[in-house]
């Protein structure tokens, strides 16, 4: 089984900064992760990408976090990280991490960790 656990979500003032961290654990072997990305979910609105990342470093971004969010991944550690700046009330959220087609000696599958909540508020 593997397990996606996040950290680095808060409180935060409109123009601020904020990074987050989610790291793949399993109690075999992980031996790659296709690609590593986050999703938020605000009250009342559906889940949303984020930003993703593949192995080979391909991103793909929101619209609305382009030139504000950096997406970045170490294969060899199996962490995803966002870097969140200049940060507007409208991202407040619970960021999900999401990790897919995860190899380990058993099937590929995908998964989600159990999210962060981020607030941009004055």
């Known amino acids: 089984q593997v397990q996606l656990v996040e950290s680095g979500g808060g409180s935060v003032q409109p123009g601020g900064s904020l990074r987050l961290s989610c790291a793949a654990s399993?109690?075999?072997?992980?031996?790659?992760?296709?690609?590593m990305g986050w999703y938020r979910q605000a009250p009342g609105k559906q889940r949303e990408l984020v930003a993703s990342?593949?192995?080979?470093?391909?991103?793909d971004y929101a619209d609305t976090v382009k030139g504000r969010f950096t997406i970045s991944r170490d294969n060899a550690k199996n962490t995803v990280y966002l870097q969140m700046n200049s940060l507007k009330p409208e991202d407040t959220a619970v960021y999900y991490c999401?990790?897919?087609?995860?190899?380990?000696?058993?099937?590929?599958?995908?998964?989600w960790g159990r999210g962060t909540q981020v607030t941009v508020s004055s």
């Open positions: 999401n990790a897919e087609r995860v190899a380990t000696e058993d099937p590929p599958k995908d998964y």
């Open positions: 399993a109690s075999g072997t992980i031996f790659s992760i296709a690609k």
């Open positions: 990342q593949n192995r080979r470093g391909m991103t």
